[in-house]
């Protein structure tokens, strides 16, 4: 029997603010994304729609030239310009292998600052060597494969059971596990065995290049927005990414779609539960 509790629609639109006539681009919300690279460069592309559809005052990308000039090509409004970010992106759409020295520096030390990551694909691999307490501020998108991964460097038993393997991830590095799947498992560190909370997209046209990108992209946004309340910020997004892929797929008949439908979609998803709230 799962002992993870779903994620509801509700719980989701309780987490989202409508802004006021008080509110300007930075209290909304500023989320910086170091994504992308010369192999990968539509992630970034992705992630920083992605940010922008999920209601965020201030998108920042800082990435390599190429991938910079595409993200203004789709998204002229993203500031290019390093400064003041409220949350992190980090490690989608790079590897290990190809990440320069000065990279690996770059993302370092936004692991060991006082501002929330969201650390997905490329930039698993530094979270074993992350500083005692900066974990507390980290939010870990992996998929199974790359799970696998972490563990072994984290010095983790094989565990075949997903939820139990998110929970232990969660325990040794203390950061929120955002576990990606047909059910995506949200694990978060406590005093006691961490809470799981799960949601199921409904969809398995969400299984194809891109979409991964686009989840972290949302997150990104909603813990900007958010910083103190990660594990909340992250079954949200999970949330909103499978209703999004849902609801792209529903305007395509129900046929197959590509990750900017994603992140296209996700507008029209935090709209339906702003309205219906």
């Not at 978060?188 to 972290?216: E, F, I, Q, Y």
Request: proline content about 5%.
């Amino acid at each position: 029997m799962s002992a993870a509790r779903p994620w509801s629609a509700a719980e989701s639109a309780a987490l989202l603010r409508v802004p006021t006539a008080d509110d300007d681009k930075y209290s909304r919300g500023v989320v910086g994304l170091r994504t992308g690279s010369e192999e990968y460069p539509g992630a970034a592309v992705l992630g920083v729609e992605a940010a922008w559809r999920t209601g965020v005052g201030m998108v920042r990308y800082l990435g390599p030239r190429r991938a910079a000039d595409l993200v203004l090509h789709r998204r002229p409004e993203t500031v290019t310009a390093d400064g003041r970010v409220q949350a992190w992106v980090v490690g989608s759409g790079t590897s290990a292998q190809t990440r320069t020295a000065a990279e690996t520096s770059a993302v370092r030390t936004l692991l060991a600052g006082e501002v929330p990551v969201v650390v997905d694909a490329g930039a698993l691999d530094l979270v074993p060597s992350a500083p005692a307490g900066a974990s507390t501020r980290l939010v870990l998108t992996p998929h199974d494969r790359e799970h696998t991964a972490l563990r072994r460097r984290l010095g983790r038993d094989e565990q075949p059971d997903r939820e139990a393997a998110a929970a232990d991830t969660a325990t040794a590095t203390g950061a929120v596990v955002l576990l990606k799947g047909g059910t995506t498992l949200i694990a978060a560190p406590g005093t006691g065995a961490p809470a799981l909370r799960s949601v199921t997209s409904g969809v398995g046209w969400l299984a194809t290049a891109g979409t991964g990108d686009v989840l972290a992209g949302v997150l990104g946004a909603l813990l900007s927005a958010y910083p103190d309340r990660p594990a909340d910020a992250a079954a949200t997004a999970a949330w909103l990414h499978g209703r999004a892929g849902a609801l792209a797929s529903e305007r395509h008949g129900g046929g197959p779609i590509v990750a900017l439908d994603v992140a296209h979609a996700v507008a029209s998803v935090v709209g339906q539960l702003v309205s219906d709230r």
